[in-house]
């Protein structure tokens, strides 16, 4: 009975140390949670860029035309547009816009095709209004992007796609607009997958530092995907066992049950 006992001593002694350790390298630390740790040593007035996202084939455009005399506007609004109006632009942008081609072209009324891939939505507008200007002397040009999006999916607490109307967002933002990052994301290790010219781009982004203000990376282009890996205590979650707490839980009641039946022994 003797040696029987010491063994159950010794593992009860064991799992307490490993219960400890468990305890101890568990908890998460300041540089693993606070976001720019080292935005002190950063000049603030030089974080403001000029953002202007770039007009990529499969963009769709919404071209809108303002004259006092709308009726010199009808040469250059395509017929199914005028018909359906404002709520079809709405509920279905891929109709009533302009779908840039594979070729980066659109097709213009009177005007043609135009060149528009790799271009800014300015230098389309400037383009329009000084060829329109040969025809409507008082014509306003607005170009707008109108499947402007990115996904945000991984640990956050609202992940999905997201229509960004004003074309200017920046990765803090796509995760605000997901409800921020939850307790069980990797902050050092924010991904972001980004195509450009046929090919697809993956960058890591450290939220813990400041060097995102740096990076091509803060402001987002359409149909960027943010993915949120999870830290070692989400991987823990998904393994079926929710929290350190609980596993504590666990094994405490565990080493109870083995102490009871000892002591009846």
Do not use: W
Not at 243 to 261: D, E, F, K, Q, R
Request: charged letters at 25%.
């Amino acid at each position: 009975m003797k040696p029987c006992l010491m063994i159950y001593k010794q593992l009860i002694k064991r799992s307490l140390v490993f219960v400890l350790c468990l305890g101890v390298f568990s908890c998460a630390s300041k540089k693993d949670v606070i976001y720019f740790q080292d935005a002190s040593e950063m000049n603030l007035a030089n974080i403001e860029k000029e953002f202007q996202p770039i007009i990529e084939v499969n963009d769709i455009l919404h071209i809108t035309l303002t004259s006092l005399n709308e009726e010199t506007l009808l040469p250059f609004i395509r017929i199914k547009e005028a018909q359906q109006g404002d709520n079809a632009l709405s509920s279905n942008p891929g109709l009533s816009g302009y779908l840039v081609n594979v070729d980066g072209n659109i097709s213009f009324p009177v005007i043609g095709t135009i060149k528009v891939e790799g271009f800014t939505r300015q230098y389309i507008e400037d383009f329009l209004k000084k060829e329109l200007k040969k025809y409507i002397e008082d014509i306003v040009v607005d170009v707008r992007i109108m499947n402007f999006k990115v996904t945000v999916i991984g640990e956050v607490k609202n992940p999905g796609v997201f229509q960004i109307v004003d074309e200017r967002v920046t990765l803090l933002e796509a995760l605000a607009l997901a409800g921020d990052l939850t307790e069980y994301a990797n902050r050092h290790a924010i991904t972001i997958i980004r195509e450009e010219n046929d090919i697809q781009k993956v960058t890591k982004i450290d939220l813990t530092t400041a060097d995102i203000y740096n990076s091509p990376y803060y402001f987002l282009k359409q149909n960027d995907l943010v993915y949120v890996e999870p830290s070692k205590k989400g991987v823990v979650k998904t393994g079926h066992i929710d929290s350190i707490t609980t596993l504590l839980a666990v094994l405490t009641i565990t080493l109870s049950t083995i102490i009871i039946i000892t002591n009846i022994k």
